[in-house]
């Protein structure tokens, strides 16, 4: 083998004409992924179900095969595209009719946070890291726990926020990275886990009743603008 032989790293065995060929397979690839996508009716990632990223990924699969392997022939893979296709629209229909077999299928919301707490065995359940969790509250504006009523957990692995009206906020963990936080000194504490508060002058030193983490921070009383 010649090291830095061009014509075997650019095409090697192809012709130039082969360039052409690829770029109509990639066409007919890109089109009946957006197809699928228009069919789904979703507009982002995000609002992908978990069955439906599945089939997304498994239709990128077979794309990839397709666009540049010219061993690869065209309606196979075009079969492979419409069972897939045939067996979404199955599977919505089944899910539209069985609430049931919608739920196994992709999940239901949970309720991930009450009355300005964690439900720690959501977190646990769903297999959600709280660094992961303190982000996506975050990005919502949230300061502390005490502002949030109720958030849900979608089965789209989104968020849903509900929160105290202003008059209504109390105190909460600060979800806010240590170098940023400045609580008032309100003589409660939150616990880092689950956001149980306790009144003390100082950092409890014993172990959370609620779900037996051992670590305290000052909680914070901002009421959310």
């Known amino acids: 083998m010649t090291p830095f032989d061009w014509q075997r790293m650019l095409l090697n065995d192809v012709s130039l004409g082969f360039l052409g060929e690829v ?13 699928f996508l228009k069919i789904a009716g979703r507009r982002g990632v995000r609002q992908l179900s978990l069955f439906e990223l599945v089939v997304i990924l498994t239709l990128g699969s077979a794309a990839g095969d397709v666009t540049f392997y010219d061993d690869v022939p065209i309606l196979p893979v075009l079969m492979v ?5 045939s067996l979404y629209r199955l599977t919505t229909f089944l899910t539209e009719r069985s609430t049931r077999f919608g739920e196994w299928l992709e999940g239901k919301p949970a309720l991930i946070i009450r009355d300005g707490r964690f439900e720690i065995e959501t977190l646990e359940k769903n297999n959600i890291t709280h660094a992961e969790f303190l982000m996506e509250l975050r990005l919502r504006g949230v300061e502390h726990l005490g502002q949030v009523r109720l958030g849900i957990l979608e089965v789209n692995g989104d968020v849903s926020l509900y929160f105290f009206d202003r008059e209504q906020v109390k105190p909460g963990l600060s979800i806010l990275p240590a170098e ?3 609580p008032a000194s309100i003589g409660v504490y ?4 689950c956001g149980a508060l306790q009144r003390s002058a100082a950092a409890p030193d014993h172990d959370c009743p609620r779900c037996a983490h051992g670590v305290w921070s000052p909680a914070l009383d901002t009421p959310r603008q």
Do not use: G, H
């Open 180 to 182: 940023c936080r400045t």
């Open 81 to 85: 595209f419409l069972a897939m296709i």
């Open 23 to 35: 770029a109509a397979r990639t066409v007919l690839a890109y089109s009946v992924v957006f197809i």
């Open 190 to 193: 939150a616990c880092e886990r």
